[in-house]
């Protein structure tokens, strides 16, 4: 039973618009959020986080939304870039250890 | 800083061989992780040590899989016997100074493949 669900398994995008990647939980227990970037032959690398005491939370180009009542998070990435092309996984922290992560979402940024 | 340093990065065996994957943590992190990944599933975590402590193994998924922490700088994940299900990436993370910052680096993973 998949608590974090990423239900688009891919995502393309132009170069210079905004790119979207959702993420959808299960377990209201949840509460920090976060989102890792994977490029192919490598690991993780983690991207951007959101407590669940707040709603939204921006670093550079990248912004994570987090609506509680809906256990739905988002990542925009505006404005999108080819470097960008990449596969995120949405986590979710489950007590003090356990990141719960979803299936991914490939994106591909088109020149 | 190296990084956390997964050996090998392609393993291809037969099935029923017993398979050895290995993990290096970054320095002075004290939490280590391992995961598998599959399309179907995503990330799974398989156990987690602290201060090389197995705290929660309750990922993994069967007795053929066994993982140990003999030290702060080295961890070994086991398959004995392997099966054509296991093939997966697997990777290793490590973290330090407090979970709740996101601050879970992984290695580059290593790609079973059991025929």
């Known amino acids: 039973d998949q608590q974090v669900k990423q239900n688009s398994p891919s995502l393309s995008v132009q170069e210079g618009r905004i790119s979207i990647l959702n993420c959808d939980y299960t377990?209201?227990?949840?509460?920090?959020f976060l989102w890792y970037k994977k490029y192919p032959a490598e690991g993780p690398t983690f991207l951007i986080s959101?407590?669940?005491?707040?709603d939204k939370n921006e670093d550079g180009r990248f912004t994570v939304f987090l609506n509680k009542s809906a256990k739905h998070l988002s990542l925009h990435i505006v404005p999108s870039q080819p470097g960008d092309s990449a596969v995120y996984f949405c986590?979710?922290?489950?007590?003090?250890?356990?990141?719960?992560f979803g299936t991914g979402t490939r994106l591909k940024v088109l020149a | 800083d190296a990084g956390v340093i997964q050996s090998p990065r392609h393993e291809v065996t037969e099935m029923g061989q017993e398979v050895t994957l290995r993990c290096k943590p970054i320095?002075?992190?004290?939490?280590l992780f391992w995961y598998r990944q599959t399309m179907m599933r995503g990330l799974e975590l398989l156990i987690y040590?602290?201060?090389?402590?197995?705290?929660?193994d309750s990922g993994m998924p069967e007795d053929r899989f066994s993982a140990k922490m003999p030290n702060a700088s080295f961890s070994t994940l086991k398959i004995q016997p392997s099966e054509p299900r296991d093939s997966a990436v697997y990777f290793c993370?490590?973290?330090?100074?407090?979970?709740?910052?996101?601050?879970?680096?992984f290695g580059s993973g290593t790609q079973l493949s059991v025929l």
């Open positions: 993370a490590s973290s330090g100074g407090g979970l709740r910052n996101g601050k879970l680096f």
């Open positions: 377990n209201s227990m949840f509460d920090y």
């Open positions: 959101i407590s669940s005491i707040k």
């Open positions: 986590a979710c922290l489950s007590g003090t250890y356990k990141y719960i």
């Open positions: 320095s002075g992190h004290n939490s």
């Open positions: 040590f602290n201060n090389n402590v197995p705290i929660d």
